[in-house]
């Protein structure tokens, strides 16, 4: 166990030591069926993942701000069709409304699960195990990888700014400044990776990045992705 525990990540629960790819799988699998779900298949699905954040003990709050990107859109959705969908009509707008916030919220909850309990390069190489384009891995590597480098920049250039401007917000405001700071991080962020580049041909870098293979499926992650298709294949033809 301590093998598989190694391979998929540190977690030490259960769905964190599933492999990555079944996970993958499954989670693709529940977000689809949401997609197209009436509101009962909606509870049942809602049920597997709440089994499953109970299962890796994963804190509410981590899945909850998931949620937040999608509330405006909802917000807007549900005025929008208000707005024109007339007097008449505004009972079945409003039923509509709450079932497209219940698929949505269900999505991003299994995503939010997902996330939860799986490292980004764990996530990387489950797309490589299951064929996705070298060349995609890749691009997502690397934008892993140099992300919290590209955020540092841009703090460092908004304190340097507001330390010239002595906190003056309205300074942002002037088009010549604020296409500069837009640019600026562009500009850096190239020429470091023309540097990085070279690093790497340094170090024997000939177009493939080196990722770990992945073993094969355990009896284990064979029983999560078939217990995972058999709810929601249940719930199809039940509910």
């Not at 999608?70 to 208000?82: C, G």
């Not at 384009?133 to 460092?156: G, H, I, K, M």
Request: glycine share 6%; proline share 5%; aromatic share 8%.
């Amino acid at each position: 166990m301590k093998a598989r525990s190694e391979d998929h990540g540190s977690g030490t629960h259960s769905p964190d030591r599933i492999d990555p790819r079944a996970k993958l799988i499954a989670a693709a699998a529940v977000s689809m069926t949401a997609a197209f779900s009436r509101l009962p298949q909606l509870g049942a699905l809602a049920l597997f993942c709440l089994v499953l954040q109970m299962a890796s003990r994963t804190p509410p709050a981590a899945v909850l701000k998931r949620f937040l990107p999608a509330l405006p859109l909802i917000a807007f959705l549900a005025i929008t069709l208000l707005a024109f969908g007339g007097v008449e009509r505004r009972t079945a707008v409003i039923a509509h409304t709450g079932i497209i916030g219940v698929r949505t919220i269900l999505v991003l909850w299994c995503v939010g699960l997902f996330s939860a309990t799986t490292a980004f390069t764990d996530l990387v190489r489950a797309l490589r195990g299951l064929g996705v384009p070298r060349l995609v891995t890749d691009l997502l590597f690397f934008a892993s990888r140099y992300e919290s480098l590209l955020l540092r920049e841009a703090e460092r250039m908004r304190w340097a700014l507001h330390s010239r401007t002595g906190g003056n917000s309205r300074v942002l405001k002037k088009p010549r400044v604020f296409g500069r700071l837009l640019s600026r991080p562009l500009e850096r962020a190239f020429d470091r990776s023309g540097r990085v580049h070279a690093a790497m041909l340094a170090r024997g870098y000939r177009g493939k990045l080196p990722v770990r293979c992945m073993n094969r499926f355990s009896p284990v992650d064979i029983a999560f992705i078939i217990t995972a298709a058999a709810w929601i294949i249940l719930i199809l033809r039940v509910l």
